[in-house]
């Protein structure tokens, strides 16, 4: 067991998580984090690829892991078969390099996802970024979950914890 980030064991756990979707530029997908009584979060909503769109995000509050490292974050999920990516993201700011790994959450079934920490490829909207630092653990202010990649329709995400390991 790693340095817990989020444990979503009770409602207050989504508190200050934020959605942040193609709307941003036009797009119609929308999202959200919330609590289900049975002890998770849910990250879920709709793809819309309408007027360009295409992605759906959340991104928790700002935090501190200064002094904390490690070499992977760890994931439970239960998902929908669907891709998803986990982000990573050294600073406060709202458009900034985000640290990008994807996995696919298997149907029906709680699983651990692994995530090394050099998996995470720096990205900055969408666009890969060559010249950035490598992703340190111990600067990470936020993290997050997206879909995107034109997988349009409903989805549906459910989170235990994110620890780093």
């Avoid at 879920?44 to 501190?64: C, D, H, I």
């Avoid at 002094?67 to 974050?73: F, K, L, Q, S």
């Avoid at 050294?90 to 995530?115: C, K, L, N, R, T």
């Amino acid at each position: 067991m790693g340095t817990p980030l989020f444990i979503f064991d009770h409602p207050e756990s989504v508190r200050g998580w934020q959605s942040i979707d193609d709307a941003v530029m036009g797009g119609l997908s929308v999202s959200r984090l919330s609590h289900d009584c049975n002890g998770w979060a849910v990250f879920a909503g709709e793809v819309s690829l309408a007027n360009q769109g295409g992605f759906a995000s959340v991104r928790s509050p700002v935090f501190s892991m200064a002094g904390v490292n490690g070499e992977a974050y760890r994931l439970m999920v239960r998902g929908d078969g669907r891709r998803y990516k986990f982000s990573a993201r050294m600073d406060e700011h709202f458009d900034g390099i985000s640290y990008q790994a994807g996995f696919v959450g298997a149907p029906g079934i709680w699983q651990e996802i692994v995530i090394p920490r050099w998996s995470l490829q720096p990205s900055w909207r969408g666009r890969a970024i060559a010249d950035a630092p490598p992703l340190d653990p111990a600067r990470v202010q936020q993290v997050g979950l997206l879909i995107g990649e034109r997988q349009a329709g409903d989805f549906c995400l459910a989170i235990r914890r994110i620890e780093l390991d």
